[in-house]
């Protein structure tokens, strides 16, 4: 009856070292399920930062665009209105003629 006793002893081993096999592959499932994690988390936030440089950048374009803009029309304003008053008097008396109202001819 040796022989079963030692084949119930080799079949313990087998079984031990199979259990063993498949605590490890899981340990090393795991370990590589958080560094795929990790990695995932940095690459998320690496294109989150370049997502946000690139909004910062438009943004600040944006405004430099938009502060050129206002000071052209401002400008152009500015010189509008100055021709005006410059010419204002020209201008009705140009009027007065086309319209034929020159009431004091």
Do not use: C, G, H, P
Request: hydrophobic content about 30%.
């Amino acid at each position: 009856m040796e022989i079963f006793k030692l084949a119930k002893e080799i079949e313990k081993v087998y079984n031990d070292l199979i259990e063993n096999t498949k605590k490890e592959n899981l340990r090393e499932i795991e370990k590589l399920k958080k560094k795929q994690e990790k990695d995932f988390e940095l690459l998320s936030e690496q294109k989150q930062e370049l997502i946000n440089s690139t909004l910062k950048t438009l943004s600040d374009d944006l405004r430099q665009r938009t502060t050129r803009f206002k000071e052209a029309v401002s400008n152009i304003l500015e010189t509008t209105i100055s021709t005006y008053e410059k010419e204002k008097e020209n201008l009705i008396n140009s009027i007065i003629n086309e319209l034929k109202l020159d009431f004091d001819a």
